[in-house]
């Protein structure tokens, strides 16, 4: 059998390269006065080729490519599906509430599709530098994105604080990865799994393995590493927390799965306890912390932190059950929280006329598709059977029953208890009918695009199949699983030989 050309294991970070190169080009070239909306077509046009490239690669046999440092399995098939779906919603949502006279415009586009690009690497990369240089990419577009809105004190400010933790964070992860190569002597993350259990000198794995996680769980904003979330969420534009606050942590999530279960799954007995009590006080500091929240950007922000509780909770299964629950939950709850993000964005506007919780009073009567969204979307983040936020929640719990984490179950059902409480208050304030000095706020609907019609929809439907029918889902996130469990028969035999088919 012929190997297979390495272009094909990056053909969709290459063709969002490439798009995202035609954005600046045609930025650059075209005369000032020209709208720069159609930038965001090309761009979204870019992003749609990507996610059927990333769909072809189901076709191609698992295997690696560019000296064993970048893989094409089911379980980046899946990641790279997720992301580019998510960089899709993200652009539509853009294209109808960017306002025309706004700054860079072309620019603001292409960093979204570079952006992409080192998502896709991340879930992708085999190998410790690429992950970092993945990381890098994806960091350095997101900490621009965060404070587009110059004019306002709160958008550099959130930039700032992000680009300055953020930093921090990814020093941590590199120093880790400077440890791990010390004791293996290896960045290749199939040689690091082979020679791990035979080193002499286990505290240098160990304490890689903790610098780690404490830069990968940054970027999931799990507590105790969460400080960043609140303000950044916040001063970002809201199409911009659409996206930041699910594809870079999709991403983070693919390569925290491939770290403890496909690297390092020797230190089981240490990373699963270490997580466990990650995912409590993600949920509980979280759920806490957003009972207190008027804001409602902030309160959505740490709801966030609760659901990487949620999520971490999957990680307590055993094997590729916990790798199967922790892919669909993400899937989930990108859905949904894309989809929130997005009628927040309608509904208050580029400026954000409707910062607080009873801002949105009587949002159903003034606007009624933008209100009952608004309340799905919440009844799936509580967990409301048929939502995509309900199947999530059992099979992560199911998963950790299974894994014999009792404890952990009974704390995350509490908690998801507890962020009923204050996803309620926003869809009650929603129903109820507007206040007078709520009418001038909400008079002057916004009209929906065909763009953000079709982010929304996007977004519902994912929502709705997730909880419904999520049987094609769960299949492909059990392929994702079996394949991460499933490293190349010869672990020193990397480049572009190919691998067995998936099973």
């Not at 709801?303 to 949620?310: D, E, F, K, L, P």
Request: proline content about 6%.
């Amino acid at each position: 059998m012929n190997p297979v050309p390495g272009i094909f294991r990056v053909l969709p970070e290459l063709v969002l390269t490439l798009t995202g190169v035609a954005v600046m080009l045609l930025d650059a070239s075209l005369t000032p006065l020209f709208p720069r909306r159609y930038l965001g077509w090309v761009a979204a046009f870019g992003t749609t080729f990507a996610l059927w490239a990333s769909l072809g690669q189901l076709w191609l046999p698992m295997g690696t490519g560019f000296s064993g440092t970048i893989e094409t399995s089911a379980f980046t098939v899946f990641f790279h599906v997720l992301i580019c779906g998510l960089v899709l919603v993200a652009l539509l949502l853009s294209l109808d509430t960017l306002p025309e006279e706004s700054h860079h415009q072309g620019e603001f586009y292409a960093l979204i599709v570079f952006g992409a690009v080192g998502m896709c690497l991340l879930t992708g990369a085999v190998e410790l530098l690429l992950v970092f240089i993945a990381l890098e990419i994806s960091s350095i577009a997101t900490y621009v994105l965060v404070g587009y809105r110059k004019q306002t004190a709160r958008g550099p400010e959130a930039a700032i604080k992000y680009f300055l933790l953020g930093s921090f964070a990814t020093a941590f992860l590199l120093y880790g990865i400077a440890l791990i190569f010390g004791a293996t002597g290896t960045t290749q993350i199939y040689e690091i799994a082979r020679l791990a259990p035979t080193v002499q000198n286990h505290a240098l794995i160990l304490a890689g393995l903790g610098l780690m996680l404490v830069g990968i769980l940054f970027k999931v904003s799990a507590a105790p590493f969460h400080v960043w979330t609140p303000d950044v969420y916040e001063g970002a534009p809201t199409p911009v927390v659409a996206l930041i606050s699910t594809a870079p942590k999709a991403a983070a999530f693919a390569l925290l799965l491939r770290v403890v279960y496909e690297m390092l799954p020797g230190l089981r007995p240490v990373w699963s306890p270490l997580l466990w009590a990650v995912a409590v006080l993600s949920m509980t500091v979280g759920n806490l912390a957003a009972l207190r929240q008027t804001n409602v950007k902030r309160m959505l922000a740490y709801s966030s932190i609760a659901h990487a509780g949620y999520l971490l909770a999957a990680f307590a299964g055993l094997d590729s059950t916990g790798v199967m629950a922790a892919c669909f939950y993400i899937a989930a709850y990108a859905a949904m929280n894309v989809g929130i993000f997005a009628v927040i964005t309608l509904a208050s506007g580029y400026d954000e006329k409707l910062p607080v919780i009873n801002d949105f009073r009587g949002l159903v009567y003034r606007r009624p598709l933008l209100g009952s969204l608004l309340i799905f979307f919440l009844a799936s983040l509580v967990g409301i059977p048929f939502t995509g936020g309900f199947m999530g929640k059992l099979i992560s719990f199911s998963t950790a029953l299974g894994g014999g984490a009792i404890w952990l179950v009974i704390i995350g059902l509490l908690n998801s208890g507890l962020a009923a409480a204050y996803y309620l208050r926003l869809a009650l304030a929603a129903a109820q009918r507007p206040e007078r000095e709520n009418k001038e706020k909400l008079a002057t609907p916004q009209v929906l695009g065909a763009a953000v019609i079709a982010a929304l929809a996007m977004a519902v439907l994912a929502t709705l199949v997730m909880g419904i029918a999520p049987g094609g889902t769960l299949r492909a996130a059990e392929a994702g699983a079996h394949t991460l469990q499933a490293p190349p028969a010869d672990n020193n035999t990397f480049g572009d030989a190919v691998q067995p088919p998936l099973p």
